[in-house]
């Protein structure tokens, strides 16, 4: 009977004393708040572009254009003739609307390689960067341009 004593004793010891508690093993990866990875910040279309090609082809020097960006806006001109459309840009993705009031014609008339541009600018739908900005190629179903930043 003592021994029961003695052991209940001890037990009730151990059970009332402190013990140094070990921390519960735990999954540093979930636990650590992780800042969200920055995003590539993506250039803007704003500004003024050398239609370089179309479709993968140079553009010839009879055809030259230059895109300006600006406000929402984008104006491409060629000689004396003149095209304009309204545009949005979120990150890549792009969205164009003829703006008939912001074109302009001499009279001298469009090249075919000017129309195929026109055409790939209203139905173009995403702008990918090269990795200083400085050239854009738009595509979407109208065909690609690749832009040079003047």
Do not use: H
């Not at 060629?78 to 949005?88: D, P, Q």
């Not at 739908?125 to 990795?131: E, V």
Request: hydrophobic content about 40%.
């Amino acid at each position: 009977m003592t021994r029961c004593l003695t052991i209940a004793a001890l037990l009730l010891v151990a059970a009332c004393s402190k013990q140094d508690q070990s921390p519960a093993p735990s999954n540093e990866a979930a636990n650590t708040a992780e800042a969200p990875a920055d995003e590539a910040t993506v250039p803007t279309l704003e500004g003024s572009w050398r239609v370089a090609m179309i479709d993968g082809r140079p553009v010839a020097e009879a055809s030259a254009m230059v895109a300006t960006f600006a406000g929402g806006k984008l104006t491409v001109a060629s000689g004396c003739v003149r095209r304009a459309w309204t545009y949005s840009q979120k990150r890549n993705v792009v969205s164009f609307a003829d703006n008939p009031g912001g074109s302009d014609n001499c009279g001298s008339g469009t090249s075919s390689q000017q129309e195929t541009a026109y055409a790939a600018f209203t139905k173009a739908s995403m702008a990918i960067f090269n990795k200083d900005g400085s050239e854009a190629n738009l595509s979407g179903t109208g065909g690609g341009l690749t832009l040079r930043r003047r």
